[in-house]
């Protein structure tokens, strides 16, 4: 109960937002609505976060010049859902365009975060799923900016506190090729506060693909629950990696922070086979346990 009640205090922070970083809203030929996060990330693919006209219940992060994206080089995709299971994705928006700007479409549940405007409503764990749905039919589009762009076999599913929930909850999904659950974990063996996925430890069962969790230390109120889901994975390639820097993580810090690099390299490693970022997390001591800032543990693992 008393992790329930601090799960609670953390959802029901305030949530006005702020985006003065972004650059002027600006309108695709398709009356689509898109802005620059920060300075569109370090990656070598500058990137913008969108509110597609087709998706007005999500928001897009993706690199703004599609050109380059043929052939092999293709958009591997990200299904994000936000802690609070909020209905934006302002909380995480650093974090994601710089992720985006590495070469990746990212699907965030949620409309486009509008300055000073309190997202309302709360999400479904469906809406993940929705995500990789709008993704694939716009790579069979004709008349869409993402047609033949995407790598329609590199498939993400990933989230924050309630989003890690949701994520858990789509992790069953046969197109998922890994999964990352942020700041979460199954809270005890059952239920959860009301309007959060009522998951119960056998749902970690459904997992099929690699999974990271990166949590925020002792001082996190999902450690508990999310080292419990670890040491209950065994079936599956699982890592672990704890910062210690409580429930927030580095989301809202420039570029996302540390938990933006140590997410950068998963994703590099697991959609794109890059073997410098899997130095991250292979071999008798991976180079992100040589960082005095992290601590990680892992299983099933090279």
């Known amino acids: 109960m008393q992790t329930s009640l601090r799960?609670?205090?953390?959802?029901?922070?305030?949530?006005?937002?702020?985006?003065?970083?972004?650059?002027?809203?600006?309108?695709?030929?398709?009356?689509?609505?898109?802005?620059?996060?920060?300075?569109?990330?370090?990656?070598?693919?500058?990137?913008?976060?969108?509110?597609?006209?087709?998706?007005?219940?999500?928001?897009?992060?993706?690199?703004?010049?599609?050109?380059?994206?043929?052939?092999?080089?293709?958009?591997?995709?990200?299904?994000?859902?936000?802690?609070?299971?909020?209905?934006?994705?302002?909380?995480?928006?650093?974090?994601?365009?710089?992720?985006?700007?590495?070469?990746?479409?990212?699907?965030?549940?949620?409309?486009?975060?509008?300055?000073?405007?309190?997202?309302?409503?709360?999400?479904?764990?469906?809406?993940?799923?929705?995500?990789?749905?709008?993704?694939?039919?716009?790579?069979?589009?004709?008349?869409?900016?993402?047609?033949?762009?995407?790598?329609?076999?590199?498939?993400?599913?990933?989230?924050?506190?309630?989003?890690?929930?949701?994520?858990?909850?789509a992790a069953g999904d046969p197109r998922i090729t890994t999964v990352v659950i942020y700041n979460s974990g199954i809270l005890g063996n059952g239920g959860g506060m009301p309007g959060m996925p009522q998951l119960t430890k056998d749902q970690l069962l459904k997992i099929h693909t690699p999974t990271m969790y990166v949590l925020g230390g002792e001082k996190d109120i999902a450690y508990k629950n999310g080292m419990d889901d670890f040491a209950r994975i065994n079936h599956v390639p699982v890592f672990v990696a704890n910062m210690d820097v409580g429930h927030g993580g580095t989301y809202r810090q420039h570029h996302g922070g540390a938990f933006a690099r140590v997410a950068l390299a998963w994703y590099q490693w697991q959609l794109k086979h890059d073997k410098s970022a899997a130095k991250m997390f292979t071999g008798k001591s991976p180079l992100l346990a040589q960082d005095p800032d992290w601590k990680v543990e892992k299983k099933n693992m090279p």
């Open 7 to 169: 799960y609670l205090l953390a959802f029901t922070c305030a949530l006005f937002i702020a985006v003065g970083a972004h650059s002027q809203t600006a309108f695709n030929a398709d009356s689509s609505v898109y802005r620059t996060v920060e300075d569109g990330g370090t990656g070598p693919y500058p990137a913008v976060m969108i509110q597609e006209s087709s998706l007005k219940t999500h928001t897009v992060f993706r690199p703004r010049n599609l050109d380059q994206f043929k052939g092999k080089n293709k958009l591997p995709i990200i299904a994000w859902g936000n802690g609070a299971c909020a209905n934006s994705p302002w909380e995480h928006v650093n974090f994601l365009s710089e992720i985006a700007s590495y070469g990746y479409l990212i699907v965030a549940i949620g409309p486009m975060p509008v300055e000073g405007v309190k997202p309302s409503g709360r999400t479904q764990s469906r809406q993940l799923i929705d995500a990789i749905d709008w993704a694939l039919a716009q790579d069979k589009n004709p008349g869409s900016p993402l047609y033949h762009k995407l790598a329609t076999d590199k498939i993400a599913v990933s989230g924050m506190s309630c989003g890690g929930l949701q994520t858990l909850e």
